[in-house]
């Protein structure tokens, strides 16, 4: 197991012993209008997150909570750590204590200074809004990876998470969650809102996009340009190789070993349409009616095909 997973797994499992035993009011903190859970994440780490600078080779991944973030970016992870042994620094001893949590806006507020010494090409994920980003990212030419799905699958999958992990809120029916949900109520705020931002930077030469269900549709054409937008010099074989490594299945028996305590939960079904065993007709008039009054028309509402995934 490479140290990434030791850091990541220690991590995770200090913020489920803490989340167990705080109040739940004190689980979420407020910073510019949008809820983070305390556990992981600070005021002083955002602050911090100002000043940070991003390099033109960085490898970044953009999506919103439960869209699938933590599945593609062991993709990515995979990807750019084939594509290294083609470069000079395979041979390069792991230094633990080069080793970051791969959440950008995770961790404690030093971390921005200990990241200018990994070396490159870093591979970065976020579930932060594009204007909440330090301004080096959207400047620099670093390539990003925007996923996004739909969000009768994304609420429903946040739902059970949020459920099953003492660091965030729990809800005692579907009802409340889908209230908090609609409402923005939720760690890294609203889901509509998220989309609609990144909507304006979807054209950027230097973004491309991908869903969740394009992925779990065909996840070897999916794997196969993602390496092509970032020019990663792998072969045939390679690519083969992380699609066989990134297939659900093998990522949830793996999950204890490269998610800690949160494996479980974080790998439960990776479908898609799970929503249809959870939402009433009234959530889904709901949810239909605000989809097309925010996102209606838009590039990534096109792309996230709501007529085929979140239609009942």
């Given at each position: 197991?490479?140290?990434?997973?030791?850091?990541?797994?220690?991590?995770v499992?200090?913020a489920?012993?803490?989340?167990?035993?705080?109040?739940?009011?004190?689980?979420?903190?407020?910073?510019k209008?949008?809820?983070?859970?305390?556990?992981?994440?600070?005021?002083?780490?955002?602050?911090?997150?100002?000043?940070?600078?991003?390099?033109?080779?960085?490898v970044?991944?953009?999506?919103?909570?439960?869209?699938?973030?933590?599945?593609?970016?062991q993709?990515?992870t995979?990807?750019?750590?084939?594509?290294?042994?083609?470069?000079?620094?395979?041979?390069?001893?792991?230094?633990?204590e080069?080793?970051?949590?791969?959440?950008?806006?995770?961790?404690?507020?030093?971390?921005?200074?200990?990241?200018?010494?990994l070396?490159?090409?870093?591979?970065?994920?976020?579930?932060?809004?594009?204007?909440?980003?330090?301004?080096?990212?959207?400047?620099?030419?670093?390539?990003?990876?925007?996923?996004?799905?739909?969000?009768?699958?994304?609420?429903?999958?946040?739902?059970?998470?949020?459920n099953?992990?003492?660091?965030?809120?729990?809800y005692?029916?579907?009802?409340?969650?889908?209230?908090?949900?609609?409402n923005?109520?939720?760690?890294?705020?609203?889901?509509?809102?998220?989309?609609?931002?990144w909507?304006?930077?979807?054209?950027?030469?230097?973004?491309?996009?991908?869903?969740?269900?394009?992925?779990?549709?065909?996840?070897?054409?999916?794997?196969?340009?993602?390496?092509?937008?970032?020019?990663?010099?792998?072969?045939?074989?390679?690519?083969?190789?992380?699609?066989?490594?990134?297939?659900?299945?093998?990522?949830?028996?793996?999950?204890?070993?490269?998610?800690?305590?949160?494996?479980s939960?974080?790998?439960?079904?990776?479908?898609?349409?799970?929503?249809?065993?959870?939402?009433?007709?009234?959530h889904?008039?709901?949810?239909?009616?605000?989809?097309?009054?925010?996102?209606?028309g838009?590039?990534?509402?096109?792309?996230?095909?709501?007529g085929?995934?979140?239609?009942?």
């Amino acid at each position: 197991m490479s140290t990434q997973r030791k850091k990541f797994i220690a991590l995770v499992d200090k913020a489920m012993d803490d989340g167990a035993k705080m109040a739940p009011e004190d689980l979420m903190f407020s910073y510019k209008g949008i809820l983070y859970p305390s556990t992981v994440c600070s005021p002083e780490t955002f602050k911090a997150l100002e000043s940070f600078e991003a390099r033109d080779d960085d490898v970044f991944l953009a999506g919103y909570p439960k869209s699938g973030t933590n599945w593609v970016g062991q993709i990515l992870t995979d990807l750019v750590t084939t594509s290294s042994k083609h470069t000079e620094n395979f041979n390069r001893v792991d230094d633990e204590e080069l080793e970051e949590f791969p959440y950008l806006e995770v961790g404690d507020a030093e971390k921005y200074q200990r990241m200018e010494n990994l070396p490159s090409r870093r591979v970065i994920f976020t579930h932060l809004l594009p204007h909440n980003l330090p301004a080096s990212v959207l400047k620099s030419e670093a390539k990003i990876l925007l996923l996004i799905r739909n969000p009768k699958d994304v609420a429903t999958s946040f739902y059970h998470f949020s459920n099953g992990l003492s660091p965030l809120p729990t809800y005692k029916t579907f009802d409340d969650f889908f209230t908090a949900f609609m409402n923005g109520e939720m760690p890294w705020g609203s889901y509509f809102d998220y989309v609609f931002e990144w909507n304006k930077h979807a054209d950027k030469k230097n973004v491309m996009t991908v869903t969740y269900e394009e992925l779990k549709e065909n996840r070897a054409l999916g794997v196969k340009k993602i390496s092509e937008f970032f020019e990663f010099p792998l072969t045939d074989e390679e690519l083969q190789e992380v699609v066989d490594r990134s297939s659900f299945q093998a990522m949830k028996e793996n999950s204890t070993k490269t998610h800690g305590a949160m494996g479980s939960v974080l790998f439960r079904k990776g479908s898609v349409n799970d929503w249809k065993n959870f939402f009433s007709e009234d959530h889904n008039q709901k949810m239909d009616m605000t989809f097309e009054e925010r996102l209606g028309g838009t590039k990534l509402g096109e792309k996230l095909n709501y007529g085929v995934y979140c239609k009942a």
